[in-house]
């Protein structure tokens, strides 16, 4: 009874109301999203670093490096040299090194050149199909196969640079021959081929120096139309790759290796775990403005709250002191003030938690889009969003005190006689 009261009380000034729960609904989902998103950032970053202790690639920033060669979101820093990057590979102190060879794209999905391994750390088990083998057969990422509607045995080109309107490489096709498994990693949005499938998509050394037919300087080798070219082997003299990720046996090579490889290369060996922990920091202080900024609306609109029932109180004691001449106790007019404000909390915690999620899956279809990331809307973290609940109904029921107490301490026959 009481809290149907409360409820019909509410809406005594509609606008008053529709503004409180407009302010604390708009606080809430911007807390809402930060948390889902920095625990689900924060989840994705970490486990794509998992088994990579350091990456080896082309001089020049170290945060770039990770994120293009760990989390394929930047251009790579560069290339370098196969040959000198296997001298470093098979030291004793690397338990595994996984190198990579960034070719092109297809439809905006990168094509890494890479070797079954690479499958292997991401836990990427083949679903369908089978592993690549020969140059131009691919594996592709899972949410590859959904999005583009690829299947075993389909063929594709790809387009030059990251790029999906860039140049056409029609002179080669890639052939889909398996299909991974979800992973909820970077490798879902990835399509994977050998090393020697990028060296010889973007080789045409030969293609340079002899125009095709027709062309002006075409030298006609004979039996030419009979000639295949021989695809190209990780044997290859003075070829380059993009990166090596690097696994050790102790951390002894974690710790001296990226002055050693400074010194004696050029190359550079940067840690995914330092340069991560300073994505975070670096992104944690945005998180933090925009929080510090969704509590600031959160005491406005208790502040809210609090006025408008202050407001309505005075317009309703000629009310509630009729209730009280009608039996209703002290303690029940507190409750129905307390009740008020409480189910204006509750409404608009509900309500922003439902706008956070909508606001999180807009956010997920961008990042898709832009990096090939997506955010899980539907995940509740139980602790944090238990706790930004409490602190709602605590906003609510400081607002709610004095205009609480002011109607338990109500003078009957004062309020009779003014009226």
Not at 137 to 143: C, F, L, M, N, T
Not at 204 to 223: I, K, L, S, T
Not at 368 to 382: A, G, L, Q
Request: glycine share 8%.
């Amino acid at each position: 009874m009481i809290a149907k009261l409360a409820w019909k009380n509410i809406w005594f000034k509609p606008l008053n109301t529709i503004l409180s729960v407009v302010l604390l609904t708009s606080s809430v989902a911007i807390i809402t999203t930060l948390v889902l998103v920095e625990k689900q950032f924060e989840e994705k970053f970490s486990s794509n670093i998992d088994g990579v202790d350091l990456v080896m690639g082309a001089q020049g920033s170290p945060l770039q490096l990770i994120l293009s060669s760990v989390y394929q979101v930047d251009s790579p820093t560069g290339n370098i040299s196969y040959d000198s990057a296997k001298v470093w590979m098979q030291h004793p102190f690397v338990q595994k090194a996984i190198p990579l060879a960034f070719g092109d794209n297809y439809r905006g999905y990168k094509i890494l050149g890479t070797t079954p391994d690479y499958l292997e750390k991401y836990g990427a088990k083949i679903a369908e199909g089978k592993l690549f083998e020969k140059n131009f057969e691919v594996v592709i990422g899972s949410d590859i196969a959904k999005k583009l509607s690829l299947k075993i045995g389909d063929e594709f080109f790809g387009s030059h640079g990251d790029a999906a309107e860039g140049e056409v490489h029609d002179h080669y096709g890639y052939k889909v021959v398996g299909i991974a498994k979800p992973t909820g990693k970077v490798v879902d949005n990835l399509i994977l081929c050998t090393i020697p499938s990028v060296w010889q998509m973007h080789g045409g050394h030969e293609e340079a120096e002899n125009p095709a037919h027709g062309e002006e300087g075409h030298v006609h080798v004979e039996g030419e139309e009979h000639q295949e070219e021989a695809d190209m082997t990780l044997d290859e003299p003075g070829m380059e790759i993009t990166a090596v990720l690097l696994k050790f046996r102790n951390k002894m090579g974690i710790v001296t290796w990226p002055r050693i490889i400074a010194q004696n290369t050029k190359m550079q060996v940067a840690s995914p775990a330092i340069e991560v922990n300073r994505l975070f920091s670096l992104f944690g202080i945005g998180i933090s403005a925009l929080q510090y900024l969704a509590y600031g609306i959160m005491l406005i609109s208790g502040i809210s709250i609090f006025i408008a029932l202050y407001n309505t109180l005075k317009e309703r004691e000629n009310e509630f002191a009729l209730m009280r001449v009608n039996g209703a106790k002290r303690l029940q007019l507190l409750k129905v003030v307390m009740i008020e404000s409480l189910l204006l909390c509750v409404v608009g915690f509900i309500f922003g938690t439902i706008l956070g999620r909508v606001g999180l899956s807009m956010l997920s279809n961008s990042a898709e889009e832009d990096f090939k990331m997506s955010f899980n809307p539907y995940e509740f973290i139980w602790e944090k969003e238990g706790t930004l609940f409490l602190l709602t109904i605590f906003v609510g029921f400081i607002a709610a005190l004095i205009p609480a107490v002011k109607a338990y301490n109500l003078n009957i026959s004062k309020t009779l006689a003014n009226a």
